[in-house]
T-cell receptor, first 114, second 113 residues
């Protein structure tokens, strides 16, 4: 079965500092991987996704993520955080068959100090 | 396109009452799903469907029923609401053939007293 862990429940960074949010997954084959962001009181917005090919993927809002098969990880990074990046971030894993489900991690809450 | 729509936005139920959360999408997506979001637990999959007439259980299906009679609609039914079902519910849809990106509705905040 698929599962996703996000080891950091809450992270606080200063504006302008770099950011890395961790995501580890468990799945028997190579999965599809996603990062979503949720601002307070809002729905979810897709930041980026990995299906195949280059293991470093670029997303919206200056985010990137790197798929490391050997570590079963898909960490999200941003070189310089803006105050507007304060939000909840979710990693998700989907199976490589059409008819399977997407499972989400518990989320990491990001606070940004001005 | 309206995308994924959910009604109602807010709902308060008493324990034992029943209700249906509505979800509709106008993108002709085969795959639709329901999640519940609780603090510290992320989004947990309740039920999903890969097309009209086909549904399956997710991680937390107990207490919920679904059906999929059309491609567009995927209602979630609570037959006898319990306080443990107080949550925010999100419906999502995605294209099975192309991007695998899920499009989420705005959510329904449900309180069961």
């Amino acid at each position: 079965a698929q599962s996703v862990t996000q080891p950091d429940i809450h992270i606080t960074v200063s504006e302008g500092a770099s950011l890395e949010l961790r995501c580890n997954y468990s799945y028997g084959a190579t999965p599809y991987l996603f990062w979503y962001v949720q601002s307070p009181g809002q729905g979810l917005q897709l930041l980026l996704k990995y299906f195949s090919g280059d293991t470093l993927v670029q997303g919206i809002k200056g985010f990137e993520a790197e798929f490391k098969r050997s570590q079963s990880s898909f960490n999200l990074r941003k070189p310089s955080v803006h105050w507007s990046d304060a939000a909840e971030y979710f990693c998700a894993v989907g199976a490589r068959t059409s008819y399977d489900k997407v499972i989400f991690g518990p989320g990491t809450s990001l606070s940004v100090i001005p | 396109n309206a995308g994924v729509t959910q009604t109602p936005k807010f709902q308060v139920l008493k324990t034992g009452q029943s209700m249906t959360l509505q979800c509709a999408q106008d993108m002709n997506h085969e795959y639709m799903s329901w999640y519940r979001q609780d603090p510290g637990m992320g989004l947990r999959l309740i039920h999903y469907s890969v097309g009209a007439g086909i549904t399956d259980q997710g991680e937390v299906p107990n207490g919920y029923n679904v059906s999929r009679s059309t491609t567009e609609d995927f209602p979630l039914r609570l037959l006898s609401a319990a306080p443990s079902q107080t949550s925010v519910y999100f419906c999502a849809s995605r294209d099975l053939e192309f991007s695998y990106e899920q499009y989420f509705g705005p959510g329904t905040r449900l309180t069961v007293t």
